[in-house]
């Protein structure tokens, strides 16, 4: 007998003579752990969804993991492996993979002479795995342990390794991780430089040059957000989906989770909500190693089944998107979610996606749910974050879809096909608007962005202060964006067609300018109190004609979108309050300058905003 075949015999156990080897069903069943009725429940279960039995029996809690462990193992004759007392080999784990390790469940524990041990989660699944397994390892022989004694293994052993990939997940072409600091880019400086030799040598000039380019971005801003707009009203109102005969799917949900102590109660009321098969929905709660504060909070809360915490290792930057890619490994689901620590989704929600993705084809990549907020009259602010919202989402966002251009994605209420996210290398790391960011790599390489009507609600950021910094970070990804994928002009001018090149460019540069440039429009509101301007003197009047036209223009359509936005809502909120945007964008400015300091001296700082402020007594209904 060779070495293989003893090291094989050491960790198989014989099933004994004349004894049969029956189903995982069976074997619980004739050792008494699971009564019949429960059984037939969970098999009816697993037979119209995609669940493993064991998954299903745990998930409604009518078998412990010890048990199953010694069921599984009797009935495919091998061992119960105790990894906590004996750590896997990480040299055995960078042979197969981490992320291979962790997408099949299982760990190459230690090598014995010429075979290596594997624990698997899956007992089932180890003879399609064993050709791959033996192309990297050579010998293997099967043992068992829980997923999560696997999954703690792993995160041990090659912890670092998991938090270089989740920071490295995208092709540098198309990502922003190299992006320097100012005083590191000299073509930076020299543009700098040229816009303040500018400014001095010829000010009148330069101003001029910045009002045309404040004005016609202006332009074609209103001209797309108005053609968005048409297009989204023409569009049929959705009706019910058609009930679907096809096999449900896993539904893995990622929520980032950062310095949120109070947020596991809700969360977990929250998401119960979800009219989902509890043991197809897989939760992911990912948490930063170092925060404390939110790991102690779920280690006292006492968390469902199919929630589970994932740490996030320490590494080079500290965003919500490296923490979607490291939890991203983990995920068991054929579709991915997103929500934001906060998120109240419709109970319904998840069927819906289900059942859109399984109607569409394979190049519908991401679904992107509608948001709306549960605190919309608690002042003046939280008004005006509604109406904004209720325009976009209800409207603009669909619109663009219709359009066939590019759409920026939301940072929740998002749903991916889990191939595309792994084809693209999921979110880049270094990106601030990361939502943003996918939308245009998933527009890139042909995939499309469709809007479903369902409604997430979450907490609307309705302090001055904290707005700005959440609005400075969005607009910095903004900015970040643009500039990466405008990179190679030509090759995006052909990935994305003329059309979607130039939809991408008002959408982005666009929404840049009038940020950073408002302040200039805004100066020739006061001609009517009797303030000179340098610039109206030096214009002919077709010029001042045009700039007031453009002005009222595009001062309709925000009134315009903003008032049937609220109209699709369940609010019932004044529509006074549309016309009080005017005095709600300034502060889009300020955060815009903010935005652009810290791209030039803090790129990848994320400036937390802190949720769970406001918590309703009901949840909302849409």
């Given amino acids: 007998m060779g070495a293989a075949e003893q090291i094989v015999d050491q960790i198989a156990v014989p099933l004994p003579k ?20 429960e059984m037939l429940t969970a098999l009816s279960h697993q037979g119209r969804e995609a669940g493993r039995l064991p998954d299903v029996l745990r998930t409604r809690g009518l078998v412990v993991e010890r048990d199953l462990l010694g069921v599984d193992a009797r009935n ?18 960078d042979a197969v993979g981490t992320q291979d390790c962790l997408r099949h469940g299982l760990v190459p524990w230690q090598k014995v002479g010429a075979v290596t041990v594997v624990a698997t989660s899956r007992p089932e699944e180890f003879h399609r795995l064993r050709p791959m397994l033996e192309s990297r390892l050579g010998p293997v022989a099967a043992g068992i342990a829980s997923p999560r004694a696997i999954l703690a293994a792993i995160h041990a052993r090659r912890g670092d390794r998991l938090a270089h990939a989740a920071e490295t997940r995208v092709a540098p072409a198309e990502s922003c991780r190299n992006w320097p600091r100012l005083h590191q880019s000299p073509r930076a400086l020299a543009v700098l430089g040229l816009i303040l030799f500018a400014l001095a040598l010829a000010p009148l000039a330069s101003g001029l040059a910045a009002l045309a380019f404040a004005v016609f971005s202006l332009t074609c801003l209103t001209i797309l957000k108005i053609a968005a707009a048409v297009a989204a009203l023409r569009a049929p109102r959705p009706g019910p989906d058609p009930a679907s005969d096809a096999i449900q799917p896993i539904v893995s949900i990622i929520v980032a989770l950062y310095r949120e102590a109070d947020i596991a109660p809700r969360l977990v009321r929250r998401l119960a909500r979800l009219d989902y098969p ?34 996030v290792p320490d590494g080079q930057v500290k965003t919500k998107p490296r923490a979607l890619n490291h939890a991203f490994d983990y995920a068991r689901g054929a579709i991915i979610g997103v929500y934001d620590a906060e998120d109240a989704p419709d109970p319904d929600q998840l069927r819906r996606v289900v059942e859109r993705f399984q109607r569409s084809g394979p190049e519908v990549a991401c679904l992107q749910g509608v948001l709306d907020y549960y605190n919309p009259r608690t002042n003046w602010l939280s008004r005006c974050f509604t109406i904004e919202y209720a325009g976009w989402f209800r409207l603009v966002l669909p619109g663009l879809a219709r359009l066939g251009l590019v759409v920026p994605l939301g940072g929740t209420t998002l749903f991916f096909r889990r191939e595309v996210l792994d084809r693209l290398g999921a979110w880049d790391a270094h990106n601030v608007t990361e939502d943003a960011d996918l939308g245009i790599r998933l527009a890139r390489h042909g995939y499309r962005t469709e809007l479903i009507d369902t409604v997430t609600h979450e907490e609307a950021n309705c302090r001055p202060l904290p707005w700005i910094k959440q609005r400075s970070r969005w607009i910095k990804g903004y900015m970040m964006t643009w500039a990466v994928h405008i990179r190679q002009p030509v090759q995006l001018w052909r990935q994305l067609g003329p059309r979607g090149f130039l939809g991408f460019q008002v959408l982005f540069l666009g929404t840049i300018a009038q940020f950073l440039l408002a302040p200039l429009l805004w100066s020739f509101l006061l001609l009517p109190f009797g303030f000179d301007h340098p610039l109206y ?29 609220l109209g699709r809502t369940a609010h019932g909120l004044s529509r006074i309050w549309v016309l009080t945007l005017k005095l709600y964008y300034p502060l889009a400015s300020l955060a815009a300058y903010k935005g652009l300091i810290e791209l030039a001296t803090r790129p990848f700082y994320w400036d937390k905003t802190t949720h769970g402020l406001f918590d309703p007594a009901e949840e909302p209904a849409d």
């Fill in 18 to 37: 004349g004894l049969r080897r029956f189903a995982v069903g069976a074997s619980l069943l004739r050792a008494g752990v699971v009564a019949p009725e």
């Fill in 537 to 565: 003197a030096a214009l002919p009047p077709a010029a001042v004609w045009c700039i007031a036209g453009v002005f009222f223009l595009s001062e309709v359509a925000n009134i315009l979108i903003g008032a049937l936005g």
């Fill in 278 to 311: 509890a043991d197809l929905l897989d939760v992911i709660l990912a948490v930063e190693a170092e925060d404390h504060i939110t790991l102690d909070a779920l280690a006292n809360s006492e968390l469902p089944p199919w929630m589970r915490v994932v740490v």
């Fill in 76 to 93: 495919h004759g091998i061992r119960v492996l105790d990894l906590d007392s004996a750590h896997p080999d990480p040299r055995l784990i």
